[in-house]
């Protein structure tokens, strides 16, 4: 015979009144005892931004008496496997900074925790006050398991001065513009005006998704590389490269990125927010207003950009999803934003935050480098949400690279292409179908 279930011990029903009280922004004092039940939250975070997490734990831990919160810091490198092994271990944090590609693989393991419920409880957090991209990329198969907590895209770094030394008199706004801008300055004796690394997916896939298509099709089950629109992408990406304004080399055949762009190699370099820094501080003072950003353009017009950055997530399997909740309500909150941005250079994603007074004077959406990042945000759009992701935007980079190099021509490269996708896809379509 089963024997009756015993009574909660002591510890146990004390743990439960401490996080009913922080799920209700209360110290966790346990009510008629006189004594505090302290919660460490588990936060992983990788690269810089877990350096400069940790300065705004102190103000949280001062808001929330009894939880204390150890951050952890992971190297990007290794971060993906870290967060893998942890979910095959049973050892997944409480929440985690998480690449925003990465939501779909953990979605799919079922490792993350659904936040709607619990954005319904909180009103100061609405999707309306975020770039609509950004916000999209958090909510694989239409459930959100992610905040965004800083945002990337791609655009252009430009040497303004060099343009109007060659007569262009404004930043090309359409591919025609850019065309006819990159031919203005070869002829003016530029022998490679804009770089385009060719071990970087980022600018190839930043002008496929400026196409109506999608570069999956029937909702990520098989490529969509032969379409005409990827097509389209590809040939004017590849016809920089036979025209001879770009060079043929990897970022890792380029000496010294800044100072290359310093001395006038190159005019266009399409990169993101994190440059924004270096070259302010790696370029001479005499060039400080010789350079700046402008949006991507399109076939007819501004054009799309890639919806990037990292969110912060919470796992399924954490004890202490109320305390949880509350550090990402706090690292989502204006002010707090604003003050991570001055301490990383990391965009914010809540349209709010940018239109914030800075100490200088003026706001982000003014700053005379980033305004071009605020805009471009505005039109941005997100990548498949599978799982597979990054493995395909890799083979897309090496496709590239072999027409580049004149190993393939495209329709060759396209149709191989988009069997191999379909075959790094075969295992999604078998599970697909199983389960609708």
């Not at 099709?217 to 990406?237: K, P, T």
């Not at 290359?260 to 207003?289: D, H, M, Q, V």
């Not at 790094?424 to 179908?433: A, Q, S, V």
Request: charged residues 25%.
């Amino acid at each position: 015979m089963t024997p009756p279930p015993s009574p909660p011990s002591r510890r146990a029903w004390l743990g439960t009144v401490s996080r009913a009280g922080a799920a209700l922004g209360l110290a966790p004092w346990v009510a008629g005892c006189g004594s505090r039940t302290d919660t460490t939250l588990r936060f992983w975070a990788m690269g810089r931004e877990s350096e400069v997490v940790a300065e705004l734990m102190p103000a949280f831990e001062r808001e929330h008496p009894g939880v204390r919160v150890k951050v952890e810091q992971l190297p990007w490198t290794a971060a993906h496997e870290k967060l893998l092994t942890a979910f095959a271990g049973d050892a997944t944090p409480d929440l985690a900074q998480m690449g925003n590609s990465w939501l779909p693989e953990m979605h799919a393991l079922g490792a993350l925790e659904p936040l709607d419920p619990w954005l319904a409880r909180t009103p100061e957090l609405q999707p309306g006050d975020y770039f609509d991209g950004i916000w999209a990329t958090n909510a694989p198969a239409g459930q959100r398991v992610g905040l965004p907590w800083y945002v990337d895209t791609r655009l252009l770094f430009v040497r303004q001065d060099l343009l109007a030394r060659a007569g262009i008199p404004r930043m090309p706004g359409n591919w025609d513009e850019w065309r006819a801008a990159l031919a203005r300055l070869r002829e003016r004796g530029m022998d490679t005006p804009i770089l385009l690394p060719t071990n970087e997916f980022e600018p190839l896939l930043a002008l496929a998704l400026q196409q109506p298509s999608e570069v999956l099709r029937d909702g990520g089950r098989f490529g969509n590389f032969s379409s005409a629109d990827f097509r389209r992408a590809l040939g004017f990406y590849v016809e920089r490269f036979r025209r001879g304004e770009a060079p043929g080399l990897t970022n890792n055949q380029i000496s010294n990125l800044w100072q290359e762009f310093g001395r006038g190699a190159f005019a266009f370099y399409i990169s993101g927010p994190w440059n924004i820094g270096e070259f302010k501080r790696r370029l001479p003072s005499e060039l400080a207003n010789a350079w700046t950003t402008a949006e991507l353009p399109g076939p007819d017009g501004p054009g799309m950009s890639i919806a990037g950055g990292a969110s912060l997530a919470m796992f399924r399997r954490s004890r202490r999803k109320p305390e949880a909740w509350a550090l990402i309500s706090y690292l989502s909150r204006p002010e707090v934003q604003l003050q991570f941005y001055r301490l990383t250079g990391d965009l914010p994603p809540r349209r709010s935050v940018w239109a914030m007074p800075l100490e200088g004077g003026g706001t982000l959406a003014q700053d005379r480098h980033a305004a071009a990042f605020r805009r471009q945000l505005e039109r941005v759009r997100p990548a498949p949400a599978v799982p597979e992701w990054e493995r395909i935007a890799w083979e897309m980079q090496y496709a590239a690279a072999r027409v580049v190099g004149g190993q393939e021509d495209e329709d060759t490269a396209v149709r191989r292409l988009d069997a191999q996708v379909d075959g790094i896809l075969e295992k999604r379509r078998w599970m697909l179908e199983r389960h609708p």
